[in-house]
């Protein structure tokens, strides 16, 4: 099945293996292998297979001591956040709610900025994934809906929506693929297993898809010459007189027409290039201190002094801290509201969702809502003033559409 698919990644679970069995006996040698068997009994559990072309590891900070079938393992991905994976199994027989609260106990220490996948078998069938709900026959109650909640708390998303255990009389859903990330995720199907269980088949990025913006050409409006396109316009006595034999299409073609060269001809234009990396917070005297590390770590290079070492150091950090702070003074304006009284070209709101967009993660265009979470700790540390911190807090919460994110910072 590995082979078929040319799977990557393998999320594993009741693999009933001991301490007895080595990794190279049953797993691809292709594949570097996590495991955690069942300590005591027979059966149960779980594996993460990870393909040799990526660098992988088992991170210690995920581990648990207890007795729950999960393994973890982190994967380092070139140009983008680590990603997280985890291998979960949930025997029938565990419906004590301290087993899942061992599962969220994990899912808090990964770094919210990591792209998490988790899959397994949970063993709650009884889950409406589309309402968020559990079943009105639900036979484990208390853990449907504490599972629902943990994937609340951790911004967790279900992705299988087909079921994956089907007999001649039921048919459930019980193998679960989470990440914190839906969009990267391309396709998912179920496919038929080696056992009682089917397998669920992900295809997903590693890492989102930029695509590459062509210049566009931009008109500057302000420095338009309206006078004159409207005598121009004034004096184009001929179009009702043209116009009248023709149908409305044809007659918005001819003004269309017309409108487009008055544009062209009095109104500027400039061409910007879509894929350049703007950073407005770079002012003049950061740029001098660029220069000056440009020539002292040409001319550390050239001479290997411990005095010209220490010279480019301490400009270094001086230049890291100049810009971070001018970097924070520029989002917190941007958080503040426009002086109505003032004419600003673009607008704080315009520059404001720029900035947003520019931090995506995803493949689509929304609005990242662990960002205002960042801002608002940054200005609640920062701003002396607690006056004006509640101020710009209360603005920005008034930016975002989805509000429940933020009650975590209470």
């Not at 990330?181 to 088949?201: M, Q, R």
């Not at 609005?367 to 101020?391: F, G, M, P, V, W």
């Amino acid at each position: 099945m590995i082979s078929s698919t040319q799977a990557g990644i393998v999320i594993g679970t009741e693999s009933w293996l001991n301490n007895n069995i080595n990794s190279s006996e049953v797993f691809p040698p292709n594949f570097k292998a996590y495991r955690r068997d069942r300590q005591k009994g027979h059966g149960g559990g779980v594996f993460i297979l990870v393909a040799d072309k990526y660098t992988s590891e088992e991170p210690e900070e995920l581990s648990l001591n207890e007795d729950c079938e999960a393994v973890w393992s982190r994967v380092k991905i070139k140009g983008a956040q680590d990603l997280c994976i985890g291998s979960f199994y949930k025997p029938p027989s565990k419906t004590d709610p301290h087993y899942l609260d061992l599962l969220q106990s994990v899912l808090t220490r990964i770094p919210r900025t990591a792209h998490l996948w988790l899959g397994g078998d949970f063993n709650l069938a009884d889950i409406n994934w589309d309402n968020e709900c559990p079943a009105p026959h639900a036979n484990n109650k208390t853990q449907c809906q504490q599972l629902i909640d943990i994937c609340k708390n951790t911004y967790l998303e279900q992705i299988v929506d087909q079921p994956t255990r089907v007999t001649e009389y039921t048919s459930n859903l019980l193998d679960l693929f989470f990440t914190n990330n839906k969009t990267l995720i391309n396709k998912c199907e179920v496919l038929p297993g080696i056992a009682d269980h089917e397998a669920v088949f992900i295809e997903s990025s590693l890492r989102p898809m930029k695509v590459k913006k062509h210049a566009r050409k931009v008109h500057i409006y302000k420095k338009a010459e309206y006078d004159k396109m409207r005598d121009n316009l004034s004096s184009y006595k001929n179009f009702a007189e043209d116009s009248q034999n023709m149908n409305a299409n044809d007659s918005w073609n001819i003004f269309e027409k017309k409108i487009k060269e008055l544009i062209n001809k009095h109104i500027p234009s400039k061409t910007i290039s879509g894929n350049r990396v703007k950073k407005p917070w770079i002012d003049k005297a950061i740029r001098s201190k660029h220069k000056l590390l440009k020539k002292l770590y040409s001319k550390l290079k050239k001479s290997s002094n411990p005095k010209d070492r220490q010279n480019y150091i301490n400009v270094r950090n001086q230049t890291q801290k100049l810009e971070r702070n001018s970097y924070w003074r520029y989002v917190e304006n941007l958080i503040d509201e426009d002086t109505p009284d003032v004419d600003q070209q673009p607008s704080k709101q315009k520059k404001f969702w720029n900035y947003i967009k520019s931090l995506r993660k995803d493949n689509l265009k929304t609005k990242e809502n662990y960002i205002a979470i960042c801002l608002i700790k940054r200005i609640s540390l920062t701003d002396n003033n607690n006056q004006s911190s509640h101020r710009k807090i209360h603005h920005l919460c008034h930016q975002w559409t989805v509000t429940p994110h933020l009650r975590c910072l209470k």
